[in-house]
C-alpha cells in the first residue's frame, strides 16, 4: 500500500510568514508523530498523535508551532511567524499503534518537507 | 547527557566488505526498543532493523545484523557484503518503553560511504 506522503516536497518563505506542512499518514496507523531535522543533525521530535487522544506537544520548540490532526488521519504543522532558525527538513512519520504497545511498533516516514526562511 | 551516541560522524569501506557502524545509548529504562534507519541522500528514512531490551538474540534482516550487547548498552549495526547503494547516512534510534510518547529519540549519525 501507500507509505506516508507529505506535502509540500519543498518550501520556501520570508521570514515573518505562516506556512502549513501537511502529512499523510499510512492508511489504518494510529499514531502520527512530526519530527524535525537540522542540517546534518539528528532527528528531534516535535509532536506525537495517538488515535484521538490529546497530541503529546512536548517537544514543539515555541507556541509558534502548532499542529492538528484531522479525523485521525491527515495532520498539519503550522509554524507561525517563521523565522530563519525554522529552515529544517520536517519530517513525518505514522505507525500502527503506538503508545503502550510491546513490540517493534515500526515507524514509518514520509519524505519529508524541506523548508528555508529566507 | 545524550541518550544516543553515534561516535563514528563518517566512516568508508571497500565494496563486499563488512562495516559495524557504533551506537551507544543511555536509559534507566528496563523496557526499550532499538532501531536502526538508513537516510540516503534523497532523504527519506528507510527502517532497516530493530532489538528490543528482552529479546534474547541478535536481530537480523537480510545483510544487516545487530551486535546488541545489553550490558555495555550497545547496539552497533553490522552491514556485510557491502553494495554501492549502502552508501548514506545511518542513524541509531531508542524508544523508551515507558515514554509518554512512542517518541524515537535519534543519535547525530554516521555517513557510510562504501567504494567501488
Known amino acids: 500500500g501507500a507509505g506516508v506522503s507529505q506535502s509540500p516536497s519543498n518550501k520556501v518563505t520570508e521570514k515573518g510568514k505562516d506556512v502549513e506542512l501537511r502529512c499523510d499518514p499510512i492508511s489504518g496507523h494510529t499514531a502520527l508523530y512530526w519530527y524535525r531535522q537540522s542540517l546534518g543533525q539528528g532527528l528531534e521530535f516535535l509532536i506525537y498523535f495517538q488515535g484521538n487522544s490529546a497530541p503529546d506537544k512536548s517537544g514543539l520548540p515555541s507556541d509558534r508551532f502548532s499542529a492538528e490532526r484531522t479525523g485521525g488521519s491527515v495532520s498539519t504543522l503550522t509554524i507561525q511567524r517563521t523565522q530563519q532558525e525554522d529552515s529544517a527538513v520536517y519530517l513525518c512519520?505514522?505507525?500502527?499503534?503506538?503508545?503502550?504497545?510491546?513490540?517493534?511498533?515500526?515507524?514509518?516516514f514520509g519524505p519529508g518537507t524541506r523548508l528555508t526562511v529566507l | 547527557a545524550q541518550k544516543i551516541t553515534q561516535t563514528q560522524p563518517g566512516m568508508f569501506v571497500q565494496e563486499k566488505e563488512a562495516v559495524t557502524l557504533d551506537c551507544t545509548y543511555d536509559t534507566s529504562d528496563p523496557s526499550y526498543g532499538l532501531f536502526w534507519y538508513k537516510q540516503p541522500s534523497s532523504g527519506e528514512m528507510i527502517f532497516l532493523i530493530y532489538q528490543g531490551s528482552y529479546d534474547q538474540q541478535n536481530a537480523t534482516e537480510g545483510r544487516y545484523s545487530l551486535n546488541f550487547q545489553k550490558a555495555r548498552k550497545s547496539a552497533n549495526l553490522v552491514i556485510s557484503a557491502s553494495q554501492l547503494g549502502d552508501s548514506a547516512m545511518y542513524f541509531c534510534?531508542?524508544?523508551?518503553?515507558?515514554?509518554?510518547?512512542?517518541?524515537?529519540?535519534f543519535g547525530q549519525g554516521t555517513t557510510l560511504q562504501v567504494k567501488p
Open positions: 512519520a505514522s505507525s500502527l499503534l503506538g503508545l503502550g504497545t510491546s513490540g517493534t511498533d515500526t515507524q514509518y
Open positions: 534510534a531508542m524508544r523508551e518503553g515507558t515514554s509518554n510518547t512512542g517518541k524515537l529519540i
